[in-house]
């Protein structure tokens, strides 16, 4: 039987990012991963951005939090820049330009770089994009690419450095709590301690369940992703990142070529979710009638899982029906831009801190984040 003073279920993003914090506390930490790696799930499938200018104020404001730490990591932490400048353009059909103004003033709260701008000057940036498809476009140039790899390893090794042991082929088959501890077992052994921390991702309910919570309503979404060839001869690298204002399709450039997306949300349970042609399909025809873009062969196609609660917004905060069982769960399509400012937030309050001051400088409290609101 192993004791440490945090067990967190799950090694994506999540749960690297809340060991991170947790060490900088002096606690000793154990993550437990159901796969043979850490990243597998969600965390290995994102697009990559990073833009204020996505999701619901909570959300938003998690991000502008983490941005200052993602965009200038403490020495040591990367070897690599965590992030490289990208920017983005919003676009609109004639019958969206009212929807894109409304965003733009809605989103402008947060955001102080996102801005009208001419049709043409998003073409100038994607000389793909059709003069008779596009009415109006916003810009905001602060929208940055990440590298999802070196943000999770670093929070990885930055938690390995304070201690923590990153245990994986390591299921959570159950969970009992006795004597004011939970014991845990799993395919890798058993493990005791006061807090456990759920970050299960598409999961969090099924252990949930386990731990005799109640559910928060959590419903993974499945979102396709693809990669594919720009023109022949042209460089791709420096175009933007161009997203349909009511988000029926993105797509940027990725190390050479194109990834693209239908921007689907299929409910599904949770699994490990693969993608779906007719999803592809979607993608390319939605992406053809917006460019000059012929898509002729998908190189490689994935899908990942984005997992929401009702409002959007992230779980963070102790169940109120199990002692020392701890949400942190509902990152839905923001995980990684939010991770920063995510994981600080879950290990002050798992921790017995209130919300860090960095949170609360947005109004944001620890009910808008809690458990308690969903029911
Ligand atoms: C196509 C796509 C594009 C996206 N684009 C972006 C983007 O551009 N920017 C952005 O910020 N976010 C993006 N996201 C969202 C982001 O990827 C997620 O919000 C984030 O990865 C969630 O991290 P997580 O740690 O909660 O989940 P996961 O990475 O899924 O980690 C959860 C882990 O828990 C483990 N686990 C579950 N149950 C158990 C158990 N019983 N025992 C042990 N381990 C268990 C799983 O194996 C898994 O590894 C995107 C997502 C997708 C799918």
Same mark, same amino acid.
């Given at each position: 039987?192993?004791?440490?003073?945090?067990?967190?279920?799950?090694?994506?993003?999540?749960?690297?990012?809340?060991?991170?914090?947790?060490?900088?506390?002096?606690?000793?930490?154990?993550?437990?991963?159901?796969?043979?790696?850490?990243?597998?799930?969600?965390?290995?499938?994102?697009?990559?951005?990073?833009?204020?200018?996505?999701?619901?104020?909570?959300?938003?404001?998690?991000?502008?939090?983490?941005?200052?730490?993602?965009?200038?990591?403490?020495?040591?932490?990367?070897?690599?820049?965590?992030?490289?400048?990208?920017?983005?353009?919003?676009?609109?059909?004639?019958?969206?330009?009212?929807?894109?103004?409304?965003?733009?003033?809605?989103?402008?709260?947060?955001?102080?770089?996102?801005?009208?701008?001419?049709?043409?000057?998003?073409?100038?940036? *994607?000389?793909?994009?059709?003069?008779?498809?596009?009415?109006?476009?916003?810009?905001?140039?602060?929208?940055?690419?990440?590298?999802?790899?070196?943000?999770?390893?670093?929070?990885?090794?930055?938690?390995?450095?304070?201690?923590?042991?990153?245990? *994986?082929?390591?299921?959570?088959?159950?969970?009992?709590?006795?004597?004011?501890?939970?014991?845990?077992?799993?395919?890798?052994?058993?493990?005791?301690?006061?807090?456990?921390?759920?970050?299960?991702?598409?999961?969090?309910?099924?252990?949930?369940?386990?731990?005799?919570?109640?559910?928060?309503?959590?419903?993974?979404?499945?979102?396709?992703?693809?990669?594919?060839?720009?023109?022949?001869?042209?460089?791709?690298?420096?175009?933007?990142?161009?997203?349909?204002?009511?988000?029926?399709?993105?797509?940027?450039?990725?190390?050479?070529?194109?990834?693209?997306?239908?921007?689907?949300?299929?409910?599904?349970?949770?699994?490990?979710?693969?993608?779906?042609?007719?999803?592809?399909?979607?993608?390319?025809?939605?992406?053809?009638?917006?460019?000059?873009?012929?898509?002729?062969?998908?190189?490689?196609?994935?899908?990942?899982?984005?997992?929401?609660?009702?409002?959007? *917004?992230?779980?963070?905060?102790?169940?109120?029906?199990?002692?020392?069982?701890?949400?942190?769960?509902?990152?839905?399509?923001?995980?990684?831009?939010?991770?920063?400012?995510?994981?600080?937030?879950?290990?002050?309050?798992?921790?017995?801190?209130?919300?860090?001051?960095?949170?609360?400088?947005?109004?944001?409290?620890?009910?808008?984040?809690?458990?308690?609101?969903?029911?």
């Amino acid at each position: 039987m192993r004791e440490c003073d945090f067990l967190i279920v799950g090694a994506g993003i999540a749960g690297a990012s809340a060991a991170y914090h947790l060490v900088k506390k002096n606690k000793k930490v154990v993550i437990l991963e159901r796969e043979a790696q850490p990243g597998y799930h969600s965390t290995g499938r994102s697009a990559a951005i990073f833009t204020e200018n996505y999701g619901p104020r909570l959300m938003r404001a998690m991000t502008v939090v983490s941005g200052p730490f993602l965009k200038k990591p403490p020495e040591g932490y990367a070897d690599v820049p965590l992030m490289h400048a990208r920017g983005v353009a919003f676009i609109a059909r004639k019958d969206q330009v009212e929807t894109l103004k409304g965003a733009v003033k809605e989103l402008s709260e947060l955001s102080k770089t996102l801005r009208m701008i001419d049709a043409k000057d998003a073409i100038r940036m *994607c000389p793909v994009l059709r003069p008779d498809y596009v009415a109006a476009a916003a810009y905001d140039d602060s929208t940055m690419d990440m590298d999802v790899n070196a943000i999770h390893q670093g929070y990885l090794r930055g938690a390995k450095k304070g201690g923590t042991e990153v245990v *994986c082929d390591a299921e959570v088959l159950g969970l009992e709590r006795r004597g004011g501890k939970w014991h845990v077992k799993t395919k890798a052994g058993d493990f005791a301690t006061p807090v456990v921390i759920n970050a299960a991702g598409a999961w969090a309910d099924v252990l949930g369940g386990m731990a005799g919570a109640r559910k928060i309503g959590l419903q993974p979404k499945r979102r396709t992703a693809m990669i594919f060839d720009g023109p022949q001869g042209v460089d791709v690298n420096e175009w933007i990142i161009i997203g349909d204002i009511d988000e029926k399709f993105y797509f940027k450039p990725e190390t050479g070529k194109l990834l693209g997306s239908p921007a689907d949300e299929t409910p599904v349970d949770p699994q490990d979710i693969q993608p779906d042609d007719e999803d592809v399909a979607i993608a390319a025809d939605r992406i053809e009638k917006a460019t000059t873009l012929e898509i002729r062969r998908i190189q490689r196609k994935w899908a990942g899982l984005r997992s929401f609660v009702k409002d959007k *917004c992230p779980v963070v905060g102790f169940a109120p029906d199990a002692e020392g069982f701890f949400w942190l769960a509902g990152q839905g399509g923001y995980g990684i831009q939010t991770s920063y400012a995510m994981g600080m937030t879950a290990a002050s309050l798992a921790d017995g801190g209130g919300l860090p001051d960095a949170v609360k400088a947005f109004n944001v409290s620890e009910a808008d984040i809690g458990p308690k609101r969903l029911w």
